[in-house]
């Protein structure tokens, strides 16, 4: 995919086009339909994404009450925080509409810190602005 498409992408800010390019060259596109779940709460993720396509519904439950605590949509990464502290998912991702995403293995998503430092930066800001947000959800 050309620079010149994804440069829009909160998640792709400053990415050079060889970060780009390396991106698509090891991920994995995954296409979901309304209502397919991509990560469960409690389970331990198989994937770093980016939206290129769609919107994703992100809910917690907690004391049996289920909360939408947003939605990722295109642009947007998920599935970094519980990838670098190595836990399970803290949220659900379901696809609200449908979607197509650029997706990471674990391996490739520690990879790509080595590679793409632009987009690395990116991923480690959005992680601390997560944590922040479900420190306050928490409380």
Wanted: negative net charge; aromatic residues 8%; charged residues 20%.
């Amino acid at each position: 995919m050309d620079l010149e498409n994804v440069k829009h992408f909160e998640s792709l800010a400053n990415a050079t086009q060889a970060e780009v390019d390396w991106m698509f060259e090891n991920g994995v596109i995954v296409e979901l339909a309304v209502g397919d779940v991509f990560h469960k709460q409690g389970t331990m993720p198989e994937y770093f994404y980016v939206v290129l396509e769609g919107e994703l519904q992100i809910a917690r439950t907690a004391d049996n009450k289920t909360v939408v605590l947003g939605t990722t949509p295109v642009g947007i990464i998920g599935g970094e925080l519980s990838l670098l502290m190595q836990t399970e998912s803290w949220v659900d991702a379901t696809a609200i509409v449908p979607s197509r995403l650029l997706t990471l293995t674990p391996d490739k998503f520690r990879e790509m810190f080595a590679m793409c430092p632009n987009i690395s930066a990116n991923v480690f800001r959005e992680a601390g602005q997560r944590t922040r947000n479900l420190a306050q959800f928490s409380q």
